[in-house]
Nanobody
Framework: QVQLVESGGGLVQPGGSLRLSCAAS????????MYWYRQTPGKERELVAT????????KYADSVKGRFTISRHNAKNTVYLQMNSLKPEDTAAYYC?????????WGQGTQVTVSS
């Protein structure tokens, strides 16, 4: 079955960096578009970044453009989110996800807290 396991979250000061990882299994990773979302309590989940499969086309939310980079390593079945110049408003639980046969699958999430 599809499994997504995020890691790499933590506490970082404003202006700092973190790299999130998401290890995927249970599907042919290289052929699927992967997504990073984030969510804060009381708010809807926000799409942060997208990366397609073979063509490796990326898209970003305006709020993170120029600061975050999504990438993937198909041989390792892993998608990454490099986050630079972090701001307090980036504080959220971050989730990777994949849509397969009409169903959206989610990892358990990893918490990112940006605070001095």
């Amino acid at each position: 079955q599809v499994q997504l396991v995020e890691s790499g979250g933590g506490l970082v000061q404003p202006g700092g960096s973190l790299r999130l990882s998401c290890a995927a299994s249970g599907f042919t990773f290289s052929t699927y578009t992967m997504y990073w979302y984030r969510q804060t309590p009381g708010k809807e989940r926000e799409l942060v970044a997208t990366i397609t499969g073979y063509t490796v086309i990326t898209k970003y939310a305006d709020s993170v453009k120029g600061r975050f980079t999504i990438s993937r390593h198909n041989a390792k079945n892993t998608v990454y989110l490099q986050m630079n110049s972090l701001k307090p408003e980036d504080t959220a639980a971050y989730y990777c996800s994949v849509r397969r046969i009409g169903t959206m699958y989610w990892g358990q999430g990893t918490q990112v807290t940006v605070s001095s």
